[in-house]
């Protein structure tokens, strides 16, 4: 006897079962992310295997992946968990702004600086909410917002996904970062075309800094022949004070380190080129979300609290 299974005993969760496991592509920690045992969750993802006849997930012994057909399905079930979560909105006890917890991105040469500003405004202004920061690449970030792991996402605008919605916030303008006594850090006027790559430190790669400063070189522009690469602003700073080279550094991060002083110098650019030597900020969030009252709630906080140095852009 054949039966015929409808599409109707899909559930919720059953979908979210098979979002846990393509974040984590490990059936026991998704089940615990779950809280639900292995064998149960297991025989749920068989279910909807069954019910779609596609095989989403390889599973060897020592790992989990997904099949090639797997993916389209796993955005479905994004794309229905996100539309869910809409109608939850919809229909919640609390529809007050930012009354929950929120994932938090922010690209790793923004945070340090920019969230000490924004966390004790945050707390007085959204008492219900609970924070959840992350800091990282760009890349990484983005990737973990489009898959639902984070809700929003403050970086610099040097990408382009039709999928994702991006508010800008503020443009944070760069400062020429320079070993004391340098020729740069007295030249006048001081222009983008002064700047060398082969005598610049960066970032390492994957950083989009260090992109944005290779771009604004008049000289070996795209290219760099320093061995040492910093991962991170701060490191970036040492190999500056060391005598290492020079490098292009945020507004917000100049004023956050104060002993290196005597061995460095910071200079803003003319207004003539201004515009082009900085970096514009976004917020960023899924096109699907469904708490988009949180993000326009927290991208209107922002423009309202902006620190010092920076602009804000429409």
């Known amino acids: 006897m054949i039966v015929f299974m409808s599409l109707s005993w899909l559930t ?3 979908l979210e079962y098979v979002v846990a496991v393509s974040q984590t592509l490990h059936f026991g920690k998704a089940a615990q992310a779950c809280r639900v045992s292995q064998p149960a969750l297991s025989a749920q993802i068989k279910k909807v295997e069954d019910l779609l006849s596609v095989r989403i997930f390889e599973r060897t012994n020592r790992r989990v992946s997904i099949r090639e057909n797997g993916h389209a399905v796993i955005e479905q079930a994004r794309r229905i968990l996100e539309e869910v979560n809409r109608l939850g909105e919809l229909g919640g006890e609390d529809s007050t702004p930012l009354s929950s917890s929120l994932r938090l991105g922010c690209i790793a040469t923004l945070g340090p600086y920019l969230m000490p500003h924004l966390l004790p405004g945050l707390r007085k202004a959204f ?9 990282g690449l760009t890349s990484e970030l983005l990737e973990e917002l489009r898959k639902g792991e984070l809700d929003m996402v403050l970086a610099a605008d040097t990408f382009k996904d039709d999928s994702l919605r991006v508010q800008p916030v503020f443009f944070e303008p760069f400062f020429l970062m320079t070993p004391k006594g340098h020729d740069l850090s007295k030249k006048e006027p001081l222009q983008l075309r002064d700047m060398k790559a082969d005598e610049m430190v960066l970032l390492e790669d994957g950083h989009c800094l260090s992109d944005q400063t290779l771009g604004l070189c008049a000289r070996g522009k795209g290219k760099t022949t320093q ?3 910093a991962t991170s602003l701060e490191t970036l700073r040492h190999l500056v004070a060391s005598g290492a080279g020079y490098t292009l550094i945020p507004a917000l991060a100049v004023k956050a380190e104060s002993r290196l002083n005597s061995l460095v110098n910071y200079r803003p650019f003319p ?3 201004a515009k082009e030597a900085g970096r514009r900020i976004v917020l960023v969030s899924r096109k699907r979300y469904g708490k988009m009252g949180d993000v326009d709630a927290m991208s209107d906080f922002l423009k309202s609290h902006l620190p010092d140095g920076v602009e804000k852009t429409t």
């Open 12 to 14: 919720i969760r059953d």
């Open 127 to 135: 008492p219900k909410a609970r924070f959840l920061l992350k800091e």
């Open 227 to 229: 061995t040492f690469q």
């Open 271 to 273: 207004k003539s080129v």
